[in-house]
């Protein structure tokens, strides 16, 4: 039987407490979260398994932010962004192209600005100068076809701006 105080916990309170967490950097926090989602069977929701890697992100564990990235049933392009993102921002260039890859491989979910914004910034953060050209001009060829629209993307031209001075030609 549920308590009084468990009937008020929702996957919206816990995504919650765990962005609470993820701005702290609360490590032992956020594991108590975690033992909390999996006890009242939260590990399905995709906002919370999004937010709890971010937590395990910014708490510098990687490892464990992997670990509930790989667990999850369901994803979307906030899932993949998250840890496309994580690794890119942390100096793991090479994991953040082999997730990008992985998603591309998986057509389940379909890239957007904040998708390549990040793993521009992998490029950029690894040397990658050609691999960081070949998706900028995928883009600028998209763009001139009509078929997406991100020259207004603040994040997305700063990263190719990162790429192109951070990256001797």
């Known amino acids: 039987m549920e308590s009084e105080d468990d009937a008020f916990v929702d996957s919206m309170l816990v995504g919650s407490v765990l962005s609470a967490c993820s701005r702290v950097g609360w490590r032992s926090a956020t594991e108590g979260v ?3 989602v999996v006890k009242r069977g939260f590990e399905g929701c995709v906002g919370v398994g999004n937010t709890l890697m971010d937590a395990y992100a910014k708490c510098g564990e990687m490892g464990l932010s992997r670990k509930v990235f790989d667990a999850m049933h369901e994803t ?3 899932t993949w962004n998250s840890i496309i993102s994580t690794y890119a921002q942390n100096g793991l260039s090479a994991d953040a192209f082999c997730v990008f890859a992985d998603m591309v491989k998986s057509g ?3 890239y957007n600005e904040v998708t390549l914004s990040a793993v521009l910034l992998a490029c950029a953060n690894s040397g990658a100068l050609q691999l960081g050209k070949c998706l900028h001009d995928q883009v ?4 001139h076809r009509s078929l997406w629209s991100i020259d207004t993307d603040f994040h997305f031209w700063w990263s190719v701006e990162k790429l192109y001075i951070l990256v001797p030609t």
């Open 34 to 36: 975690h033992g909390l």
């Open 76 to 78: 979307d392009v906030y």
């Open 108 to 110: 389940n979910v379909r």
């Open 140 to 143: 600028c060829y998209v763009m």
